[in-house]
């Protein structure tokens, strides 16, 4: 099952206004205005939000913050570096 539009995008897949998609349902995209970059997940989303909430919060490079990007059939994920060890609850 792929979507109408694009037969290389899940018919499940979460999509953003901007045309993004991705799958995986604890992604993060981000939708403010020129990022638009898709993350891991909160935590990885969070890293790249810099600054204090309501005075200068603002989007920064993924890589200048230490997250990695990722190639999917989607386009680009960014992540936190794995660590040594499983990865899939780290926080
Ligand atoms: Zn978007
Ligand atoms: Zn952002």
Redesign the pocket.
């Known amino acids: 099952m792929t979507h109408p539009e694009d037969p290389t995008r899940p018919a499940a897949a979460a999509?953003?206004?901007?045309?993004?998609w991705w799958t995986g349902i604890s992604r993060s995209?981000?939708?403010a205005d020129g990022?638009?970059?898709?993350f891991s997940g909160e935590t990885a989303a969070d890293r790249h939000r810099q600054g204090r909430f309501g005075i200068d919060r603002r989007c920064v490079d993924p890589a200048s913050v230490g997250l990695v990007p990722v190639d999917k059939p989607y386009g680009v994920l960014w992540q936190n570096p794995a660590p040594d060890g499983p990865v899939w609850f780290a926080s």
Do not use: P, V, Y
């Open positions: 999509a953003c206004s901007c045309g993004a995209h981000c939708a990022c638009h970059r898709t």
